[in-house]
T-cell receptor
Framework: NAGVMQNPRHLVRRRGQEARLRCSPM?????VYWYRQLPEEGLKFMVY????????ESGMPKERFSAEFPKEGPSILRIQQVVRGDSAAYFC???????????FGPGTRLTVT | LAKTTQPISMDSYEGQEVNITCSHN???????ITWYQQFPSQGPRFIIQ?????VTNEVASLFIPADRKSSTLSLPRVSLSDTAVYYC?????????????????WGLGTSLAVNP
């Protein structure tokens, strides 16, 4: 049973471009969480999704950021018009339910030049 | 959500016991204490969770005094592969490392370096 997979592992974008980060949860997991770890800061929750539903987006910046978890395929975290301050490690975690253990993926390191 | 304070970094040698202390003066009655480990270029991994006294598993022990204002993660006989960042979090999850832990406040953790 493969763990949580994220790709790409490293992503470089110029200011103003779009970044798309993908997360494939563990088999049998229908809950996905996205976190961001800025340099010199702790991990921070961004958004919690179930298949086709956003359950909690209280940690998501109001502009430029969006997330989806379609019925088929991976969850996508999309950042439009990236700025240097978006450079960070973005982690995805999955679980079979909100009251169950979550497992983290290896992260995507986004660098905005 | 209670804030935690940990040492920024620690150094140790292979075979030693390492104790990392976390302060959480504002811990609430319902709060649990959870520790995670994060290797470079990887996501965090749950290590141990406790409420009071002592908890032990195959990886570590967690000591929590009666006032619960601090806790100590104990790693017995560390090896080079234990070099990682260790995070202490405080909150009221109904289950260890549950997805509804998502609102817990993550600090910078303690960067442990194990030397040969």
């Amino acid at each position: 049973n493969a763990g949580v997979m994220q790709n790409p592992r490293h992503l470089v974008r110029r200011r103003g471009q779009e970044a798309r980060l993908r997360c494939s949860p563990m088999k049998g997991h229908s809950h996905v969480y996205w976190y961001r770890q800025l340099p010199e800061e702790g991990l921070k929750f961004m958004v919690y999704l179930q298949k086709e539903n956003i359950i909690d987006e209280s940690g998501m910046p109001k502009e430029r950021f969006s997330a989806e978890f379609p019925k088929e395929g991976p969850s996508i975290l999309r950042i439009q018009q990236v700025v240097r301050g978006d450079s960070a490690a973005y982690f995805c975690a999955s679980s079979p339910g909100d009251n169950y253990e979550q497992y983290f993926g290896p992260g995507t390191r986004l660098t905005v030049t | 959500l209670a804030k935690t304070t940990q040492p920024i970094s620690m150094d140790s040698y292979e075979g030693q016991e390492v104790n990392i202390t976390c302060s959480h003066n504002n811990i609430a009655t319902n709060d649990y204490i959870t520790w995670y480990q994060q290797f470079p270029s990887q996501g965090p991994r749950f290590i141990i969770q406790g409420y009071k006294t002592k908890v032990t598993n195959e990886v570590a022990s967690l000591f929590i005094p009666a006032d619960r204002k601090s806790s100590t993660l104990s790693l017995p006989r560390v090896s080079l592969s234990d070099t990682a960042v260790y995070y202490c979090l405080v909150g009221d999850p109904p289950a260890p490392n549950a997805g509804n832990n998502r609102k817990l406040i993550w600090g910078l953790g303690t960067s442990l370096a194990v030397n040969p």
